[in-house]
């Protein structure tokens, strides 16, 4: 019998995902043993049109990482959700946008000035990138920039979502372990759209840190806060953690370590908007009924959007909603 | 959007007269209903004149019943208005009332716009909005509570003492708690009450006294309220009992320590800065209760650490400089506000030179020198203390009526001010003149009152005073003062030289009335005044439940009026304690637990108190008979573990769906 398929494909994002897998260590040897890689450009060769002339779902598993941010990205979104029976959004670009999602705060022409004009940028011409370029060997294209970064969801159908930027390795192998035992008749699939390998609480849950009532008269940043006390609660010392709001799963491994937490596994179950939902969890904790004293104690988060918005904002209701979307644009 | 739920919606659409028909075209907002949204479940869309008038709710209960409806949407006006009705009507036709949405078309739609076609759009995506979120609606339980059947009085002024005797007379316990020394507010510095003119002494003494010695009225003086917990039938009330240096179950009220203290100072309080007491002192020999209290900054023994007079002088050993505030918690049903008025500060009209000419008085320094037990013994005089004036002006409107100011009148001045005229006529026989904008005597026997001073030979002048000054321009002029007014009857410009001048200061909201709103959860009009749940047919309540205001705590009134609702409140106080148990709107917040993280982000945030961080399992709860479904909570936590029933997640979110929804698509 031969083995069930498994593909795994990035498109924009850093390549960090594909090293989580990689850190699961001898674990891999079991993917190995259990499926048949068809397609992962990282770690074998193989070519669009093999995945193209495979049957529809004939490959079971497939792990997506990145967000779509080209013509590109979106239409192999399309050919791997029709060629795989499960297409899971791994990571955080592929479920919320994550770094890449930042850039919907600008428009693309602008991020790709900024892009060919920094100062460590060489570029005496002040080229900029063409989608149709003439060579004498004929005209080449490259793939078009969207004018924003989507999740991957907000562009196919998505059956399970793995946040974490990237997913810890430990959750990496607890969910294949769980495909495997599912492969053998061990275990049921959970239902289609859970959120897998994380928890449904949040960092807090898992944070060892001794949490009080808070009252926070000032944000500052963590190398201003020294020395940072080992046992208390990151953001009553005033450092703006997103713990309280960021899903559980990943051990609390930042505010463990004594870094605040950043968000990178993204909103708790049932969080609708991440950022919105950090702000006013914050508004409400600030001690004071003095509007300017309160815009001072708000001066403390000098980047509101890296705060509240790092890895969510192409997934936030800033976006416009998924419906609209869908309706709309594809 | 589709509705998976297979439900059947009602959709009501409501004319209100022509207060919605004139702007929206509720035919179309009907058919838009029933065609555009049959495939959510609308079964049936109906309009009609008046929505909530019988033959309306009958509409819909009849729909309820025949059709077996299990949502309803009325486009009517705001929930504020009707929304209980509504849910009544689908109530009583066997239906959960909170599967019934008011979808506000009127408020929010008709009355603000006038463009009738974008209106009517409008209407549309409100009403699809309401019918995605009734879809999503659960049947919710109300809770009852039993009520306590204490109440608490703030306020020891007359509508705050009759509304506790009213209360106790009915056999029900009565907190009192009064801020000063002794209970009486205003009305015990008054001398005589228009328009009967009564001492004010001999009617009010004797409630005084009844509300001091009734066995159902706890009597708490010298204290303030500093915290409240709770809601409507389960209030938990802290109150702070300041030090009297006293023990009161020692002292007889004998007055020899207020006799042999040694250091006199000016009384700003009770007498109006006109007289003086004592370090040791009661507002006066009526003072209830007959205690008295030490004024530790001007106290020789507080101050300098020797005197100890009073304490050798008691015949009962009651002085104790030891003594602590005490703070006492009491659980009540009801609670009434009647915490009265402040006067203005008539500093404020320099023109008028109060502070400055020393033969200008206030209002109420002039109730202290009428009253017969007051610092001059009733007879009127000079700020020399000896000296009977020939000629008094009384200048109405003295902060009230006026933009620079307070806006509004303080109704009770005109009156006031004649009854100055007739007292000054009636001891000193002077001439007095009475400067007035308008003359507003319209109560009970107030005109009468008015043509009686007519007749006794006030002279009236018409016209707002400009200036008061003792800068003679002639001879004649030399130690008078002037008052220049412009007489709008004859049209001329007048100079009137008086020897004293009384200024009818108008009624401020408290200085803190903000902060004891807040304290009590109610709010405060844009003057400062509390607000009434209706300022015509509900003035006596409040938008909290439970918590109910009387006298002039709601703005100017007189004592009658000051008394009726100090009446009315505690009618209201007693239908609540005969009830037994009050109904509790469902509308609370829950923790999901599971989600909970316990990062205490939310429990200090309840203004109700109702969120406790269970330690051992290191997660927040919410106790559901505390929780008043304000949303605070809801809004904060980050894990979005807490949920409000009738605002979820999915109600909020199907209504803006809804909202968004294309109207016209399906219209063509
Ligand atoms: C100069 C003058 C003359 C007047 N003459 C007449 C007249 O002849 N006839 C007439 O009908 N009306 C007259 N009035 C109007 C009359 O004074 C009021 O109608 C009446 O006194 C209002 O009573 P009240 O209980 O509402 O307020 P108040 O008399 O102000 O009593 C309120 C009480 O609450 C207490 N209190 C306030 N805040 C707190 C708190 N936070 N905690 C605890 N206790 C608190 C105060 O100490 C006070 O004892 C006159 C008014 C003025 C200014
Ligand atoms: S804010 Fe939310 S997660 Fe935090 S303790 Fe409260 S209920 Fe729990
Ligand atoms: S909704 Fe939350 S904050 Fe508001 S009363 Fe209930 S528990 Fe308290």
């Known amino acids: 019998m031969s083995k069930p398929k498994f593909a795994m494909y990035w498109s924009g994002s850093c390549g960090g995902c594909e090293i989580a897998v990689i850190n699961i260590h001898e674990k891999i040897l079991d993917v190995d043993a259990n499926f048949d890689i068809a397609f992962w450009p990282v770690a074998m060769d193989a070519k669009v049109k093999d995945v193209e002339a495979l049957e529809d779902e004939e490959i079971l598993l497939c792990l997506w990482n990145g967000s779509i941010r080209n013509e590109e990205n979106e239409h192999m979104a399309h050919l791997m959700r029709k060629k795989s029976k499960l297409l899971v959004s791994f990571g955080s670009c592929a479920t919320e946008g994550c770094i890449p999602g930042l850039g919907n705060l600008f428009p693309v022409a602008e991020l790709i000035d900024t892009a060919y004009t920094t100062l460590t940028t060489d570029n005496p011409d002040n080229i ?60 049921e699939l959970p239902p289609k759209g859970a959120v897998i390998g994380a928890g449904h609480s949040t960092v807090c849950e898992e944070c060892p840190r001794q949490r009080n009532l808070k009252a926070i008269k000032a944000f500052r940043r963590i190398q201003d806060v020294a020395p940072l006390d080992p046992e208390l609660c990151i953001l009553e010392q005033g450092v703006p953690c997103n713990g309280p709001a960021t899903r559980s799963g990943c051990k609390a491994r930042c505010p463990s370590v004594g870094a605040q937490c950043i968000g990178c596994y993204g909103p708790a179950e049932g969080v609708v908007d991440y950022g919105a939902r950090l702000i006013t969890a914050f508004a409400s904790v600030i001690d004071s009924k003095d509007p300017e004293e309160i815009e001072q104690i708000l001066d403390g988060i000098p980047d509101p959007a890296g705060q509240f918005y790092r890895f969510n904002l192409a997934d936030s209701l800033f976006q416009a909603g998924a419906p609209a979307f869908k309706k709309n644009e594809v | 959007m589709s509705n998976d739920k297979t439900n059947k919606i009602g959709v009501y659409v409501c004319h209100c007269g022509t207060n919605i028909s004139h702007t929206v075209d509720v035919a179309k907002v009907r058919d838009w209903a029933a065609e555009g949204l049959g495939s959510e479940g609308v079964v049936i869309a109906r309009d009609y ?20 409806l299990d949502r309803v949407v009325v486009a009517a006006c705001s929930p504020h208005l009707h929304e209980l009705t509504f849910r009544n009507a689908s109530k009583r036709a066997g239906l959960n009332p909170y599967l019934t949405e008011l979808a506000s078309i009127r408020e929010q739609v008709s009355w603000v716009h006038t463009d009738k076609e974008a209106a009517t759009e409008k209407a549309k995506a409100v009403v699809t909005g309401a019918v995605e979120r009734v879809i999503e609606n659960e049947p919710l339980e109300e809770l009852k509570v039993a009520i306590h059947p204490d109440t608490l009085v703030v306020g020891g002024g007359i509508a705050g003492i009759q509304a506790a005797l009213e209360i106790a007379n009915a056999g029900k316990k009565v907190w009192l708690v009064e801020r000063e020394a002794s209970i009486g507010g205003h009305m015990a510095q008054f001398d005589k009450t228009f328009p009967t003119l009564d001492c004010a002494a001999c009617i009010l003494t004797p ?73 040791i002192y009661t507002s006066s020999a009526q003072a209830v209760p007959k205690y008295p ?14 005197c100890k007079v009073c304490e050798k002088s008691c015949p009962t050993e009651a002085i104790d400089y030891e003594q602590k505030e005490e703070f006492l918690t009491v659980d009540v049903g009801n609670i009434i506000l009647a915490t009265g008025y402040d006067l203005f500060d008539a500093r404020k009209v320099s023109n008028y030179g109060y502070g400055r000419l020393p033969n200008v008085f206030t209002s109420i320094e002039f109730e202290r020198m009428c009253n017969a037990a007051g610092p001059t013994s009733g007879d009127i005089v000079l700020r020399d203390g000896k000296t009977t004036p020939k000629t008094v002006g009384i200048i109405h409107c003295v902060g009230s009526r006026d933009r620079n100011y307070n806006n509004y009148c303080s109704n009770i001045c005109c009156m006031q001010s004649l009854k100055f005229a007739h007292l000054v006529k009636e001891r000193t026989g002077d001439t007095v003149y009475d400067f007035y904008i308008d003359m507003r005597t319209p109560m009970k026997a107030y005109d009468e009152f008015y043509q009686r001073v007519l007749e006794e030979g006030t002279l009236f002048v018409r016209g707002k005073v400009a200036q008061v000054t003792d800068a003679a321009r002639k001879a004649s002029e030399e130690g008078k003062l002037m008052v220049q007014v412009e007489d709008t009857l004859i049209g001329k410009q007048r100079r009137i030289p008086v020897d004293m ?43 909290t439940e439970g918590i109910f205001i009387a006298g002039t705590a709601t703005g100017p009134k007189d004592i009658p009026t000051s008394v009726a609702q100090g009446s009315a409140a505690a009618a209201r106080v007693l239908n609540m304690i005969m009830r037994g148990e009050v109904t509790l709107e469902p509308i609370k917040a829950s923790v999901y637990q599971g989600q909970c993280s316990g990062c205490r982000i939310c429990n200090s945030l309840c203004p109700f108190n109702a969120i406790t961080f269970l330690e051992d399992r290191k997660v927040s709860e919410i106790n559901p008979a505390l929780c008043q479904g304000c949303g605070t909570c809801v809004a904060a936590c980050p894990a979005g573990a807490i949920s409000g029933t009738g605002f979820s997640n999915d109600q909020i979110l199907a209504q803006i769906d809804g909202l968004l929804m294309d109207v016209t698509l399906a219209d063509a």
């Not at chain 2, 004149?49 to 729909?63: R, T």
């Not at chain 2, 209290?293 to 020797?306: M, S």
Request: glycine share 8%; net charge negative; proline share 6%.
């Open chain 1, 128 to 187: 900029r990138p063409q989608t149709v370029t003439q060579v004498p060997e004929g005209e080449i294209t490259i793939p078009a920039m969207k004018d924003r970064v989507h999740t991957l969801a907000q562009v196919v159908d998505v059956d399970y979502f793995m946040p974490g930027c990237p997913p810890e390795s430990h959750q990496i192998a607890a969910v294949i372990d769980l495909v495997i035992e599912v492969l053998q008749g061990k275990a």
């Open chain 2, 49 to 68: 004149k008046f929505m909530c008038s019988s033959p309306g709710q009958e509409l819909i209960e009849q729909d309820i019943k025949e059709l077996g």
């Open chain 2, 207 to 279: 409630r005084m006294f009844e509300a001091g010695n009734h066995p159902n009225i706890e009597l708490m003086t010298w204290s303030e309220v500093t915290n409240v917990a709770g809601y409507v039938g389960n209030f938990s009330v802290t109150i702070k009992k300041k030090p009297r240096y006293l023990k009161e179950e020692l002292c007889t009220g004998c007055r020899i320590c207020i006799e042999k203290c040694p250091t006199k100072v000016v009384d700003q309080g009770y007498e109006a800065g006109i007289g003086y007491r004592k370090a």
């Open chain 2, 293 to 306: 209290v030490i004024d530790t900054e001007n106290c020789n023994f507080f101050q300098k650490g020797t």
């Open chain 2, 501 to 543: 001048v009384i200024l009818s200061i108008g009624m401020e909201p408290r200085h803190d009335a903000k902060e004891t709103g807040k304290l009590f959860g109610i709010g405060c009009s844009a003057n400062g005044w509390f607000t009434e749940k209706h300022a015509k047919l509900d003035p006596i309540s409040t938008m």
